[in-house]
Each structure stands twice: as C-alpha cells, then as structure tokens.
C-alpha cells in the first residue's frame, strides 16, 4: 500500500529542536522529490522544505531558512526534517508528500499525503 507516515512531533519549548521523520512504503522512494508542508489553524498550507529524488537539490522557506534542515536516506526509505531554533509560530500540522523527481512551489502538485504530525512550540 502506498503511503508516507510522519512522525517525530510534540510539544517543545522555544528555542528547542525537533526532528521529524516521513517513512515511505508501496513506492520507490528513489524516482521522487519529497515535501514537508504545514499548516498552521486558521492558515493557508505553506511548503516548508523540500528535497529532489537524488538528494542533489533541496529549497527552504524563507522563514526557516538556517533553522531547518531537510535529508533522505534512500536505502531506509525515509525523509527527515531537522528544525532547529523553533519559534511558536512554527507551530503547525507538519505534513509529507511526494512529487516526481524535482521539486516544486506549488503544493497542488505533490500526492500521496501522510496524515500529519502536530508540532507544538509554547513555553
């Protein structure tokens, strides 16, 4: 079955780190770019991060830009996001999702969504 399961959320403090994980199945994750999005209540969906199937590219919003950081390991069939330095308007439903190949802006064009992790910055 094919799929992309986040995980690695919580409650953190400011200033705290957290990594979060999506975990591919049903698919080869190899042919395809893979997205972290969020979406904060009351918000539009924003893409965050993202990272082309080779790994050879990568791209950042500006608002996490030196904070965050996106790899994948092939082999173990998993993208990471590391997130650095978390301020309380991260705080958001942290998304994955996969697009052919390269990235892109618009977030209409990745597929096969993960359920979601809620990450929580609050002191």
């Known amino acids: 079955q094919l799929q992309l399961v986040e995980s690695g959320g919580g409650l953190v403090q400011p200033g705290g780190s957290l990594r979060l994980s999506c975990a591919a199945s049903?698919?080869?994750?190899?042919?395809?770019?893979i997205g972290w999005f969020r979406q904060a209540p009351g918000k539009e969906r924003e893409g965050v991060s993202c990272?082309?199937?080779?790994?050879?590219?990568?791209n950042y919003a500006d608002s996490v830009k030196g904070r965050f950081t996106i790899s994948r390991d092939n082999a173990k069939k998993m993208v990471y996001l590391q997130m650095n330095s978390l301020k309380p308007e991260d705080t958001a439903v942290y998304y994955c999702?996969?697009?052919?190949?390269?990235?892109?802006?618009?977030?209409?064009?990745?597929?096969?969504w993960g359920q979601g992790t809620q990450v929580t910055v609050s002191s």
């Open positions: 990272i082309s199937s080779s790994g050879g590219s990568t």
């Open positions: 999702a996969r697009r052919a190949y390269v990235c892109s802006r618009k977030w209409a064009e990745f597929g096969s």
């Open positions: 049903g698919f080869t994750l190899d042919y395809y770019a």
